[in-house]
């Protein structure tokens, strides 16, 4: 998944979707999401999504599995608004986020990406981005939060350290933590959140995991989820297969099912890797 947030941000003149003419500001209730039967295609006659309905409630973690180019990251892009469903509504507190200011509906969502990219300028800049408005305390108690402070002010030149092309170049598991301090300063009320593939270690990963919880305790979330850790704790799993969700429900009852998701459960236990990876075969 790309930087969702900044890319909308940067190409605001190419993005596909506009606001409805009687656009209303979106009014975050209990932040639950439904999709009804929803339909995409990025080109015409190429169904990407095929009737795609779940629901997350307020406050709960949905993950989303499946093999590689089943539609997962086109879910969380859709829920974005950075395209417009072809049939079928998506619909945040009974909203459908077609009738909202997209203004709004961003406020509402954060996203942490696989692969954050930073914008060329100083790390404060960078965590700043996620509320323009937070003062100097707030970004170092959103660093703290996201575990990242205490390596920031090791630098020489702490907050004010240049990163990006041409900065300090930092590692994935960095780049991750500034991105979860940007959305913890940003508080908003849904979360989306793709989980890094690339293996990091133990520590840091642990590390990590733990500022993810902390950002998505009591906030609506959704995990395209790489992480067995991960989806043993969501309340709902979703199993999308070539675009259609193929199974539902929680870990327990997906293995009860006996189905694809119970099969590469199994082929992880089999796997003599061992790590906290899920793998799908096409
Ligand atoms: N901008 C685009 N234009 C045309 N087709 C696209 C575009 N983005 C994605 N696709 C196609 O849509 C399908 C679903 O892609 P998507 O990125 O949602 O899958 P995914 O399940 O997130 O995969 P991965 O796990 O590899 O990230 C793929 O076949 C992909 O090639």
Same mark, same amino acid.
């Given at each position: 998944?790309?930087?969702?947030?900044?890319?909308?941000?940067?190409?605001?003149?190419?993005?596909?979707?506009?606001?409805?003419?009687?656009?209303?500001?979106?009014?975050?209730?209990?932040?639950?999401?439904?999709?009804?039967?929803?339909?995409?295609?990025?080109?015409?006659?190429?169904?990407?999504?095929?009737?795609?309905?779940?629901?997350?409630?307020?406050?709960?973690?949905?993950?989303?599995?499946?093999?590689?180019?089943?539609?997962?990251?086109?879910?969380?892009?859709?829920?974005?608004?950075?395209?417009?469903?072809?049939?079928?509504?998506?619909?945040?507190?009974?909203?459908?986020?077609?009738?909202?200011?997209?203004?709004?509906?961003?406020?509402?969502?954060?996203?942490?990406?696989?692969?954050?990219?930073?914008?060329?300028? $100083?790390?404060?800049?960078?965590?700043?981005?996620?509320?323009?408005?937070?003062?100097? +305390? /707030? &970004?170092?108690?959103?660093? !703290? =939060?996201?575990?990242?402070?205490?390596?920031?002010?090791?630098?020489?030149?702490?907050?004010?350290?240049?990163?990006?092309?041409?900065?300090?170049?930092?590692?994935?598991?960095?780049?991750?933590?500034?991105?979860?301090?940007?959305?913890?300063?940003?508080?908003?009320?849904?979360?989306?959140?793709?989980?890094?593939?690339?293996?990091?270690?133990?520590?840091?990963?642990?590390?990590?995991?733990?500022?993810?919880?902390?950002?998505?305790?009591?906030? $609506?979330?959704?995990?395209?989820?790489?992480?067995?850790?991960?989806?043993?704790?969501? +309340? /709902? &799993?979703?199993?999308?297969? !070539? =675009?259609?969700?193929?199974?539902?429900?929680?870990?327990?009852?997906?293995?009860?099912?006996?189905?694809?998701?119970?099969?590469?459960?199994?082929?992880?236990?089999?796997?003599?890797?061992?790590?906290?990876?899920?793998?799908?075969?096409?």
């Amino acid at each position: 998944m790309m930087d969702m947030e900044q890319l909308y941000d940067l190409l605001k003149e190419e993005v596909e979707v506009d606001d409805a003419p009687n656009a209303t500001e979106l009014e975050i209730n209990n932040a639950s999401i439904d999709f009804k039967n929803v339909f995409f295609e990025y080109l015409p006659n190429q169904p990407i999504l095929k009737n795609i309905t779940f629901t997350v409630h307020g406050g709960e973690t949905t993950a989303i599995v499946g093999p590689s180019g089943s539609g997962k990251t086109t879910i969380t892009r859709l829920l974005f608004r950075f395209y417009d469903v072809s049939s079928g509504s998506i619909l945040i507190d009974g909203q459908n986020i077609k009738d909202v200011t997209q203004k709004s509906l961003r406020k509402a969502i954060g996203v942490v990406p696989q692969d954050t990219v930073l914008f060329n300028n $100083t790390l404060r800049y960078n965590i700043n981005y996620g509320r323009q408005s937070a003062d100097e +305390e /707030q &970004i170092i108690e959103a660093a !703290e =939060g996201a575990d990242i402070h205490k390596n920031i002010i090791s630098f020489k030149d702490g907050y004010d350290t240049e990163v990006g092309e041409r900065g300090l170049k930092l590692s994935g598991g960095e780049k991750q933590r500034i991105a979860i301090a940007r959305t913890i300063l940003k508080a908003p009320r849904i979360v989306l959140l793709d989980e890094a593939t690339s293996s990091l270690d133990t520590k840091t990963e642990r590390n990590i995991q733990e500022s993810l919880n902390k950002l998505c305790s009591n906030r $609506t979330t959704v995990i395209i989820a790489h992480r067995l850790s991960t989806v043993i704790h969501a +309340e /709902q &799993i979703l199993v999308l297969k !070539e =675009g259609v969700i193929v199974e539902r429900g929680r870990h327990d009852d997906l293995l009860k099912l006996d189905g694809l998701y119970a099969s590469m459960w199994q082929l992880q236990m089999n796997s003599i890797s061992g790590n906290n990876e899920l793998k799908f075969t096409k």
